[in-house]
């Protein structure tokens, strides 16, 4: 059973740079689309990012778009959040999500709800001074 894990959350200041890691410690990503979401102090649940499971398609929220970039290495069983120019509205907790798309057709799928993803970490606090 995919068991994500995150890391690489920190303290940093605004416009500096983290990346953040989503490594499963039980199956395998290769068949999973992979969804970052954070959850600010006094706020609900809110969308990243999310890259399907083939690596082909990327979706950012608006607030992140051009500071934030996915990636993921298979070999490793690992997917990454660059996060750059962060700002203090970034501070959050940040969850890795994983869905199984393990279907052809599902491929390119990507998904900004979080009812679609089947399993979630424990998360990584992300903290920007300013």
């Known amino acids: 059973q995919v068991q994500p894990v995150e890391s690489g959350g920190g303290l940093v200041q605004a416009g500096g740079s983290l990346r953040l890691s989503c490594a499963s410690s039980?199956?395998?990503?290769?068949?999973?689309?992979v969804g970052w979401f954070r959850r600010a102090p006094g706020k609900g649940r809110e969308f990243v990012a999310a890259?399907?499971?083939?690596?082909?398609?990327?979706n950012y929220a608006d607030s992140v778009k051009g500071r934030f970039t996915l990636s993921r290495d298979n070999a490793k069983n690992t997917v990454y959040l660059q996060v750059n120019s962060l700002k203090p509205e970034d501070t959050a907790v940040y969850y890795c999500?994983?869905?199984?798309?393990?279907?052809?057709?599902?491929?390119?799928?990507?998904?900004?709800?979080?009812?679609?993803?089947?399993?979630w970490g424990q998360g990584t606090q992300v903290t920007v001074s300013s």
């Open positions: 039980g199956g395998t990503f290769s068949d999973c689309t």
């Open positions: 999500a994983a869905k199984r798309t393990q279907y052809t057709f599902q491929s390119g799928a990507v998904y900004r709800r979080p009812d679609d993803y089947d399993y």
């Open positions: 890259l399907s499971r083939d690596g082909s398609i990327t």
